[in-house]
Every structure is written in C-alpha cells, then in structure tokens.
C-alpha cells in the first residue's frame, strides 16, 4: 500500500510524501470555506481527514505562504522522506512521547549517514541539499525546525481507520497544537 507502512512501533504510519496531493487539495479547499471532508482509500486502510474551520485553514496556508516567501531568500533545508520520518516517529501514538523524540532523531540521523542501508533519497539524490544542509546534524536541526510547519498541519487531524480494526486518530499527541512558524536553521548555509 503506497499511502501506510506498518512499521516496528506497531503503528499504522502515513507515507507524507505520498499524500501531500491530496492534503494540500484538502487544507486549500477548506481555507476557501468548502466544508470539505477527504477520504483516501488504499488496501488495507483508510485515511480520513475531517473538514477544517475556514480560519483554521487560513492559518495553516498563511503559515505555508511565510515559508515559502522565506524559502525566496535561501534555499528552504527540508527533505520530505526524513521530515516525514521524523513527524511519524515523534507523534506516533504508540510510543511513549518521552521515547519517540530521541527515538525520531537516532532513526533520522542514522538515514543521513552515507554508508546508511536505507538513505534518506532526498538527501542522497540532490547536491544542493547536501551543499546547504552540511552535515547530518545540521539537516536534523533544519528537519526538527522546519517539519512541523510545512507538514504537521496536513497530517495532524487525519484519521486511520485499518480494515478490520477501530478507528484512531494517527497523531494524536499533536492534536492541539499551533500551527509553528520556523526559525532560522543554525549552521544551513545560507
């Protein structure tokens, strides 16, 4: 199934990249006042995200708008497949939240290393994400700044429902937070 994997923390994990279409299509609807409510159906689950409120949404498109114009005057440190690790791991509801920040950060630094078995792609394939994000500690930094921004908002309010199982709410631990603005990464060259 191209949209879950079931990974070793037991959890039902969303594949970001894969869903970005249609979470953006889903946040800009709502930001427009469409009471949009959006089902993706796969094999072996179905990912549910209920209407947003039209500030709400607003606030996450604007949030998006400011990266994006910071993105104009250097280049923007994100790697999608690392940053979706990494939301995946620190919000998953299986893990006890005291665990899954330094369980997110050796899993993510370890995928930067160049002899790793499973590299991050994004890193990998492109030079001027090497170029700008140095060193793996500089990419986490920029990862754990610049992540729940871009990302979180898509993902936070989605439901998972696994066929044959009751329905969760996938990042729940992250339900009531703000819509973040990121900082400057330290030490990405600019």
């Not at 923007?76 to 920040?101: K, N």
């Not at 439901?159 to 990464?185: D, K, L, Q, Y």
Request: hydrophobic fraction near 40%; charge should be neutral; proline fraction near 11%.
């Amino acid at each position: 199934h191209p949209h879950a994997k079931q990974g070793k923390t037991k959890a039902l994990r969303p594949r970001i990249p894969q869903l970005l279409r249609t979470a953006v299509t889903h946040v800009l609807a709502c930001a427009q006042g469409i009471s949009l409510h959006t089902h993706l159906v796969g094999p072996d689950a179905v990912l549910d995200w209920p209407a947003l409120s039209t500030s709400e949404a607003q606030a996450i498109v604007a949030s998006w708008l400011h990266s994006h114009a910071k993105a104009w005057d250097s280049p923007m440190p994100v790697l999608c497949d690392l940053a979706s690790h990494w939301l995946t791991l620190c919000h998953s509801p299986a893990l006890d939240p005291d665990d899954a920040s330094e369980l997110a950060r050796s899993k993510v630094t370890e995928r930067l290393q160049p002899g790793s078995r499973s590299p991050s792609w994004d890193f990998k394939r492109h030079a001027v994400v090497q170029r700008h994000l140095p060193s793996p500690e500089v990419a986490l930094a920029a990862i754990e700044n610049w992540a729940p921004a871009l990302y979180l908002p898509l993902i936070r309010s989605v439901h998972v429902t696994v066929h044959g199982a009751t329905r969760h709410c996938w990042i729940e631990r992250a339900e009531a937070a703000p819509v973040p603005v990121p900082a400057p990464t330290p030490g990405a060259n600019e």
